[in-house]
């Protein structure tokens, strides 16, 4: 099965400075790749995702790449705020027909230093 | 509209001791996930259902546990004889049938004394 790695498990980075979160995936095949971030006891919420047909993609201050060949991904913050605190979690899935598991790393708690 | 609910929110219960957990997806969803968080863990599957049927439930750790949605709605995951291991944070998740994109509700935590 599927097996995601992620890191760093903690990061810590000044207000306004950039943050990056990597991941790394086994399964060849998996072609969804979300990233969710997760308030202290929350709900995690999907902040962008990305396909496997594309290389990057961008949303406002958050953008994620993705690199197919090496099975990596990572999620890049950019002008960092105090709310972009929180633990953040990729994920990676095979979507063939819609609605597939998701498999977790195992999250990267990232604090923004005022 | 409203997001996936779960209830209850806590749920205490002794080692030995049968529990029920209850997942109302976004209305409409037809895909429905559970998942399991343990401290410092990202989720870990657990089953999905598409309607009324299991389609996967590899994640299922044993027998002890098991889960159902006669009507294709709401879901309820029932562990029999629990252990202090299954102590964690169950949460749901919904998707409108053919998306990628799950949506969770707040989760359950379970502590077994």
């Known amino acids: 099965g599927e097996n995601v790695e992620q890191h760093p498990s903690t990061l810590s980075v000044q207000e306004g400075d950039s943050a990056v979160i990597k991941c790394t995936y086994s399964?060849?095949?998996?072609?969804?790749f979300p990233w969710y971030k997760q308030e202290l006891g929350k709900r995690p919420q999907l902040i962008i995702d990305?396909?496997?047909?594309?290389g990057e993609k961008k949303d406002q201050r958050i953008a994620v790449t993705l690199n197919k060949t090496a099975k990596h991904f990572s999620l890049h913050i950019t002008e960092t705020q105090p709310e972009d605190s929180a633990v953040y979690f990729c994920?990676?899935?095979?979507?063939?027909?819609?609605?597939?598991?998701?498999?977790f790393g195992t999250g990267t708690r990232l604090t923004i230093i005022p | 509209g409203a997001g996936v609910s779960q209830t209850p929110s806590n749920k205490v219960t002794e080692k030995g001791k049968y529990v029920e957990l209850r997942c109302d997806p976004i209305?409409?969803?037809?895909?429905l996930y559970w998942y399991r968080q343990s401290l410092g863990q990202g989720p870990e599957f657990l089953i999905y259902?598409?309607?009324?049927?299991?389609?996967?439930d590899s994640g299922l750790p044993n027998d002890r546990f098991f889960a159902v949605r006669p009507e294709g709605s709401v879901s309820t995951l029932k562990i029999q004889r629990t252990e202090r291991g299954d102590s964690a944070v169950y949460l749901c998740?919904?998707?409108?049938?053919?998306?990628?994109?799950?949506?969770f509700g707040p989760g359950t935590r379970l502590t077994v004394l």
């Open positions: 998740a919904s998707s409108p049938i053919g998306t990628d994109t799950q949506y």
């Open positions: 399964d060849s095949a998996s072609n969804y």
């Open positions: 990305i396909r496997s047909n594309v």
């Open positions: 994920a990676a899935s095979y979507i063939h027909f819609g609605n597939e598991k998701l498999t």
């Open positions: 209305s409409g969803h037809t895909a």
């Open positions: 259902f598409q309607g009324t049927g299991a389609a996967d």
